[in-house]
C-alpha cells in the first residue's frame, strides 16, 4: 500500500508519525515554517518505481520563495542502495519542480527536500514512503 506521507522538519516530530493515505501513487506533503520560517509543500507523483515527478511550493510569511535552490533526495531504509537525487528547477513564484527524479527500486523510502533561499536561509524536510512496482 502507498503512504501518504506528513512532510517533517529535522527534529522532533509534532504529527505523532506518517498518516495512512489513499493508495493513489501520490505522497503530498506540507510542513508549516520551522525555525527558518520556511514553509514547503511536496507532492511526489506517480509515487513508483521509475520516473517520477517532485513538486515543492516554498514559502515564508511574506509569501512565495524566488531564487531558491531545491533538491530532492530518496534513500531507501536499508544500507546498500545508492541514493536517488534530483535538483528542482524553478517556474512561477515560490514553485519549484522536477520530472527527472528516479526511484529504482520499489521498497520503503526516505525523501529529503532540502531548500536554501536567495538570502542564505536553509531547511530540510522529509519523508518516508513506500514505493509500489509500476
Known sequence: ?????????CGPR???????GAASGTATSSRPGDASG??????VEPLRVGPTTV??????????LVGADVSV??????????PALGALQEGP???????AFELP??????????ATTADGREA???????????
Open 38 to 43: 520556511i514553509s514547503v509543500v511536496t507532492a
Open 55 to 64: 513538486t515543492a511550493q516554498v514559502s515564508d510569511g511574506a509569501g512565495p
Open 73 to 82: 533526495r530518496g534513500d531507501m531504509t536499508h544500507a546498500g542502495m545508492p
Open 1 to 9: 500500500m502507498l503512504l501518504l506521507a506528513l512532510l517533517t522538519a
Open 14 to 20: 509534532d504529527d505523532g508519525g506518517a498518516a495512512p
Open 105 to 114: 527500486m520499489a521498497g520503503d523510502w526516505i525523501i529529503t527536500v532540502e
Open 93 to 99: 513564484p515560490g514553485s519549484y519542480a522536477t520530472d
Open 124 to 134: 530540510s524536510f522529509e519523508s518516508f514512503v513506500s514505493v509500489g512496482a509500476r
